[in-house]
């Protein structure tokens, strides 16, 4: 590649990850809204940030987490 | 709000969240595969994550940062 085709193919690379990286950061943006129209409907964002992971997990794998959690919670002194 | 309502209400935001987390999540691997390609046509992606990190910044906040670093990395002896 000519070192001009290759700057060019750099900076065009640079700038297709800096316009996903914009949308990326639009999204973000849109999820913090939602987050506080729930706020501002009485919701907790919180306990809602939870759901969301919790959803996202297979039933065993919470089982497990949830049992994990137990056991360093007791260990802790805090269950 | 009735109860019922509120639960829909709970649910559909839920659900807007999980769309947009989704989406980010595409634009995230979207992201990646940018840089896969880059990494391919022989460009180094740690670099090129420097180099947008630094055409970010504006051009005073980007000597701050340098002249911080350089502090930094002399007081570690690794200038």
Redesign the interface.
């Known amino acids: 590649m000519a070192d001009q085709a290759a700057d060019e193919?750099?900076r065009l690379?640079?700038e297709?990850?800096?316009r996903?990286?914009e949308?990326?950061k639009g999204?973000?943006d849109?999820?913090k809204d939602?987050?506080l129209?729930?706020k501002s409907?009485g919701?907790d964002p919180k306990a809602?940030r939870q759901?969301?992971r919790i959803?996202k997990m297979k039933p065993d794998d919470r089982k497990e987490m949830e049992a994990i959690l137990d056991v360093y919670l007791t260990a802790l002194g805090i269950a």
């Open positions: 193919r750099l690379l640079i297709r990850i800096e996903l990286e949308e990326k999204i973000g849109d999820i939602v987050y129209e729930a409907a919701y809602m759901v969301i959803r």
